[in-house]
């Protein structure tokens, strides 16, 4: 089993900047690629943005986050980060974060509010 633990949710204004961060413990060998999810009241979860671990590094983005979001990882400690820059109202969700283990397994962590006020 692998547990997520995230961090870094909060208030803030719209432009203003936040950083989430999850580690992974637990069974951790064999997560290939980790990153980051949110869900908006009355929507469905969307990718906000996924990075792999094993290799060379490769990122997928939402066409939302590109360019005012970065995803990084740490892959020796099984720690992602998601630096959320010139944040928008819209931005507002319940941010999740995924590991995908042995390219077949997903797992989630419990989710940290992430609210920008106008």
């Known amino acids: 089993q692998v547990h997520l633990l995230e961090s870094g949710g909060g208030l803030v204004q719209a432009g203003e900047s936040l950083r989430l961060s999850c580690v992974a413990s637990?069974?951790?060998?064999?997560?290939?690629?980790m990153g980051w999810y949110r869900q908006a009241p009355g929507k469905q979860r969307e990718l906000v943005a996924t990075i792999t671990l094993l290799g060379r590094r490769s990122t997928n983005y939402a066409d939302s986050a590109k360019g005012r979001f970065i995803i990084s990882r740490d892959a020796a400690d099984k720690t992602v980060s998601l630096q959320m820059n010139s944040l928008k109202p819209e931005d507002t969700a319940v941010y999740y974060c995924?590991?995908?283990?042995?390219?077949?397994?997903?797992?989630w962590g419990q989710g940290t509010q992430v609210t920008v006020s106008s």
């Open positions: 637990g069974s951790i060998f064999g997560i290939n690629a």
């Open positions: 995924y590991a995908r283990k042995d390219w077949m397994s997903d797992y």
